[in-house]
């Protein structure tokens, strides 16, 4: 069965950092393209980053400079380290596999995980 764990979640003060995990069983990450997105409560899920399976890396405007995201394929892993977070990080943050090239349209991506909170509060 083809599924998406996502950890690494948690409450963090403002400007601390997270580094979430999205491992994968039942299938190989390696040939997929993998997103991150958030839902933040009474808010559309919105595309936070993404990696394409040759590598090539995309950022909502939001979190480029701050956050980012790596893969590693020998665990069957893809990352997304955040850095200097912000209360308006706070969001449930959820992993995705789908194909092509390194956009963040949901409609791209075909299995999601359940989800990680992820809580910036002081």
């Known amino acids: 069965q083809l599924q998406l764990v996502e950890s690494g979640g948690g409450l963090v003060q403002p400007g601390g950092s997270l580094r979430l995990s999205c491992t994968a069983s039942?299938?190989?990450?390696?040939?997929?393209?993998i997103g991150w997105f958030r839902q933040a409560p009474g808010k559309e899920r919105e595309g936070v980053s993404c990696i394409s399976s040759s590598g090539g890396t995309n950022y909502a405007d939001s979190v480029k400079g701050r956050f980012t995201i790596s893969r590693n394929n020998n665990k069957n892993t893809v990352y997304l380290q955040m850095n200097s977070l912000k209360p308006e990080d706070t969001a449930v943050y959820y992993c995705a596999a789908g194909f092509g090239v390194a956009k963040m349209d949901k409609d791209q991506y075909d299995y999601w995980g359940q989800g990680t909170q992820v809580t910036v509060s002081s």
């Open positions: 039942g299938f190989t990450l390696d040939y997929y393209l």
